[in-house]
């Protein structure tokens, strides 16, 4: 055989193994600017116009580089990468600003009186989507006794509020008991009119927005997996309520996949929800009947839909700002399980409370078993973080909660465990809602008060061990709870002492007049102290001011708390564990900081000073993150 033959065939045996065994070999990046259009081909000097047409052509391992500017249109992903190494990224271009909206300018107001300017609308405009016909309802949902809309009015990007009825929009600003302006729409057969209230303003010269899409990046079918959607803000969106029995639609949501990346995004104002790592529908939606029983059926439907480790979860949620959503920030039922939900700040979510129901916090989950959700900061919300169902293999870690309520920072409901709190800052007035067992809570600063749930009559789920599926239904009797190592400031956990099952405590820390429960054999109990918590914020993030004490590690000594130490929930017998089985040993503090495995200091921190001290809680510069 000549050379030539050889080296021609070596040649094609090289290409063929490197087509076999690099699927993004081939990949291309999409590019997409204001000035483009989508007759090009996508490259970087012929872009597309819409997000939409390079998310037509994506394929697995494809890159869509999104140029400064406004997008208005809802990106509705075709299809997902293979893995987690062949994945489909969209992204902001490097240092450019980009900005997808699910509303429309509207133009044309016509005074009508005093502040109140009105707008007709054709139907057509809005397409197969009206907002302003949609009401908001659902299981577990109260409309308050009115009806609300998904729409939205906007002055400058800032949204107002919808009023009960027109009269009160046509009223003068000054009289009408709201903080901010209002507006109100009526639908007939041809036209949508809208009438709002804009204080000195003419709208015409102003930036006035509509909603008039349902989301701004959510895949119309499930299954659409591995994506990075990273570097955006994105903003009014219409979104329906998202309860746990229904299909979740989000302003950003995962629709029933596997694997996705959001994050260094700004997700806000969002009529219900910011994002959703939620459930598929079906025609059983909404139709649970507001029971514990129809949210079983819903599981038992989700089994046969493929809820398992293998189709559904294990997306990461991080660093992103979501703030302005009326319902959740972060929402999921079943969706977010064996998730990272990390880095995130999220405030102002359900601060209008038009309306109520039982779905609403800065994160709200059903089922996020082996889902971690460390290092967030949440304020200025209804509730903080509410895991609701089959919380089982859930870490709740180094997360500052502050300014939330009138409920708790932290809500755990008809869960079995094993779930691990710790190395949380809980700074609300009221701290934790308990309405669980199987919870193991070590080295938290608790400064609100704690309740505990002692009458639960609900049957919910426990599972196999990292797996989604259901070993059995049991009732969620009190107890069961360990508390180790933690500071109450004015925190009474007198609330464990008519507990049904037994409760573990040691090595915690009450201050002021805060109480130790009688299942505590020997607390330390100074109520001539407070720690004068203190939170600032300074330009350059939260700054926490506390005492300590060196005496609460000298006078006493303290488990270090592992896996083996914290034993095994009650009714799965489970071991507390990470979501890759191996196991907890809690030897680094709020910061990241090697703690004193002999004898760890009480709290989050692994203080080596006494007295007064100032600590940047947020960001911090935890390698986590």
């Given amino acids: 055989m000549t050379a030539v033959p050889i080296l021609k065939t070596a040649f094609y045996l090289v290409l063929t193994s490197m087509m076999a065994i690099s699927g993004p070999l081939f990949a291309r990046e999409f590019h997409v600017a204001v000035d483009g ?50 994945r489909i990224i969209y992204h902001a271009a490097l240092g450019e600003s980009v900005v997808i909206k699910g509303s429309e300018v509207i133009q044309g107001w016509q005074l009508v009186q005093n502040d109140t300017w009105k707008v007709i609308i054709p139907n057509e405009f809005f397409g197969n989507f009206n907002p302003y016909n949609n009401p908001i309802h659902g299981d577990w949902f109260n409309p308050l006794g009115r009806t609300h809309h998904t729409g939205a009015v906007y002055l400058n990007g800032h949204w107002l509020t919808e009023a009960a009825n027109l009269e009160d929009v046509l009223k003068p600003i000054e009289e009408v008991a709201a903080e901010i302006p209002l507006w109100f729409a009526e639908v007939d057969a041809s036209a949508t009119t809208i009438w709002a209230q804009f204080r000195g303003v003419d709208p015409n010269r102003g930036q006035v927005e509509i909603n008039v899409r349902q989301s701004v990046f959510y895949p119309d079918k499930p299954g659409v997996n591995y994506l990075t959607v990273r570097g955006f803000t994105m903003e009014h969106a219409a979104t329906p309520w998202a309860p746990p029995t229904a299909e979740q639609i989000g302003l950003i949501g995962t629709h029933w996949s596997k694997g996705w990346i959001i994050e260094q995004n700004t997700i806000r104002y969002s009529v219900c929800t910011g994002i959703t790592l939620g459930k598929h529908g079906d025609a059983y939606d909404n139709t649970s009947q507001d029971t514990a029983e129809g949210y079983v059926k819903t599981i038992e439907r989700a089994l046969a839909k493929g809820w398992s480790k293998n189709n559904i979860g294990h997306h990461i949620v991080r660093r992103n700002h979501i703030s302005h959503c009326e319902q959740a920030g972060i929402v999921g039922s079943m969706g ?41 900061h949440i304020y200025r919300t209804c509730r903080g973080i509410w895991l609701d169902w089959m919380s089982q293999g859930t870490r709740v870690t180094r997360n500052l909660l502050h300014d939330n309520g009138p409920y708790e920072d932290l809500f755990v409901e008809v869960n079995h465990g094993p779930f691990l ?42 599972h196999q061990p990292h797996s989604t599926e259901v070993v059995g239904l049991h009732g969620n009797p009190s107890g069961d709870d360990r508390y180790y190592n933690n500071i109450f400031a004015k925190t009474d956990l007198t609330a464990y002492d008519p507990a049904k099952l037994p409760v573990f405590m040691a090595g915690n820390v009450f201050l002021d007049d805060a109480k130790p429960s009688r299942h505590e054999s020997d607390p330390m109990v100074d109520p001539n102290v407070y720690p004068g ?93």
């Fill in 37 to 86: 259009n989508d007759a090009n081909d996508g490259s970087d000097l012929h872009p597309f116009k819409t997000i939409s047409a390079a998310a037509q052509r994506a394929q697995p391992g494809d890159v869509i580089a999104v140029h400064e500017g406004v997008y208005r249109e809802r990106v509705n992903p075709q299809r997902g990468g293979e893995s987690d190494e062949n």
């Fill in 533 to 625: 918590l203190k939170l600032a914020e300074k330009p350059d993030g939260f700054y926490l001011d506390i005492s300590l004490d060196p005496a609460w590690a000298d006078n006493r000594s303290r488990p270090l708390v592992t896996t083996e130490f914290l034993g095994q929930a009650t009714i799965p017998k489970l071991p507390y564990e990470q979501p890759d089985g191996t196991p907890y040993c809690l030897d680094t503090d709020y910061f990241g900081t090697k703690r004193n495995e002999k004898n760890p200091f009480p709290g989050p921190f692994e203080s080596l000073e006494g007295g007064r001290q100032t600590m940047k809680v947020w960001p911090t510069t935890n390698p986590c993150l």
């Fill in 421 to 462: 709190v710790d190395h949380n800052i809980f700074l609300s007035p009221r701290g934790l809602l308990v309405n669980s067992q199987g919870g193991a809570y070590a080295h938290n600063l608790i400064a609100g008060s704690l309740s505990v749930a002692h009458g639960e009559g609900r049957e919910t789920p426990y």
């Fill in 336 to 376: 977010p399980v064996f998730c990272s939900i990390t880095g995130n700040t999220i405030h102002d979510i359900h601060v209008r409370r038009l309306f109520t129901g039982a779905e609403m916090a800065g994160i709200k989950f059903h089922g996020a078993i082996d889902t971690v959700i460390s290092h967030n």
